[in-house]
């Protein structure tokens, strides 16, 4: 029997609880908003899910998985948002291994979590600034830090495609932050490979893919090893686009992974 918590509604940095369930019941997700300025936007609302764990006890801390989705799921509508990991977290074997808070983001329609053509070979440099939809990402990570109990040795980034780049992108802008890092079938900036040397990562991607080339993930893996970094790697050959779905639903691989590292105190 699926529970019956309170959801939590966060806005604008308000915590508000909601008895009952809503629209996205079944799938035990709330929906948080913020107000979020910056770029061309002046107090934008933006929403986002949340997956709460099956049972929150009194001041106890759980870890946070936050996912950034691919192209697909862009827009304004968060049911768009449930494909992929984040309805197998919802699951019920999934939840009771691994209680933890799952927060996604949702870029806009056109926009991108980096501003980089996914089918070129080469990366580009990171630019110093954040993207608007990186940004207001960012924002979300954030009032989720402040407003759920979360374990702050027990954060964990991940994400597919768009996502890929998003994850391998904000992993070097706050390298400090998280437990984990695992990118799927996406990009980075590899001459700043040592930013990220601190953080266990696990890679993934299909020798088969032609929207992002495998050689993205490749030139990533590499530069953080040459950098002395822990850094694991899965290509998965014949597999085209869509490395995520293998990878993810390994009951032994990489979502168990994210949840036994933890990060230092003192880190």
């Known amino acids: 029997m699926r529970r019956t918590l309170q959801i939590l509604i966060v806005a604008a940095g308000m915590l508000v609880s909601l008895g009952g369930r809503d629209a996205f019941a079944e799938q035990d997700f709330g929906i948080g908003e913020i107000e979020f300025t910056g770029g061309k936007y002046e107090k934008e609302k933006f929403t986002y899910l949340i997956l709460s764990p099956l049972k929150i006890e009194d001041g106890k801390e759980y870890p946070l998985l936050f996912?950034?989705?691919?192209?697909?799921?862009?827009?304004?509508?968060?049911?768009?948002?449930?494909?992929?990991?984040?309805?197998?977290?919802?699951?019920?074997?999934?939840l009771e291994k691994f209680p933890c808070f799952m927060v996604i983001p949702q870029c806009r329609n056109d926009e991108q979590w980096v501003?980089?053509?996914?089918?070129?070979?080469?990366?580009?440099?990171?630019?110093?600034?954040?993207?608007?939809?990186?940004?207001?990402?960012?924002?979300?990570?954030?009032?989720?830090?402040?407003?759920?109990p979360i374990d702050r040795n027990r954060v964990y980034l991940t994400g597919l495609s768009m996502g890929g780049f998003g994850?391998?992108?904000?992993?070097?802008?706050?390298?400090?932050?998280?437990?984990?890092?695992?990118?799927?079938?996406?990009?980075?900036?590899?001459?700043?490979?040592?930013?990220?040397?601190?953080?266990?990562?696990?890679?993934?991607?299909?020798?088969?893919?032609?929207?992002?080339?495998?050689?993205?993930?490749?030139?990533?893996?590499?530069?953080i090893k040459k950098a002395g970094g822990n850094v694991k790697y899965t290509e998965y050959p014949g597999v085209g686009h869509n490395s995520w779905t293998k990878f993810y639903a390994d009951p032994e691989g990489v979502i168990p992974w994210l949840f036994r590292q933890r990060k230092k105190p003192e880190e």
């Open 167 to 223: 994850s391998w992108d904000l992993a070097m802008r706050r390298p400090n932050l998280f437990a984990a890092v695992a990118p799927v079938c996406g990009g980075g900036d590899e001459t700043e490979a040592a930013r990220l040397k601190n953080i266990p990562i696990w890679a993934a991607h299909g020798d088969a893919d032609t929207v992002v080339w495998p050689v993205r993930s490749r030139t990533m893996v590499d530069a």
């Open 67 to 94: 996912f950034m989705h691919g192209a697909g799921e862009r827009g304004n509508d968060v049911e768009k948002l449930l494909p992929h990991l984040p309805r197998q977290m919802c699951k019920e074997e999934w």
């Open 115 to 148: 501003d980089q053509a996914w089918s070129e070979k080469a990366s580009v440099p990171i630019e110093k600034n954040p993207t608007d939809q990186m940004a207001m990402a960012i924002a979300v990570l954030d009032q989720s830090l402040k407003t759920l």
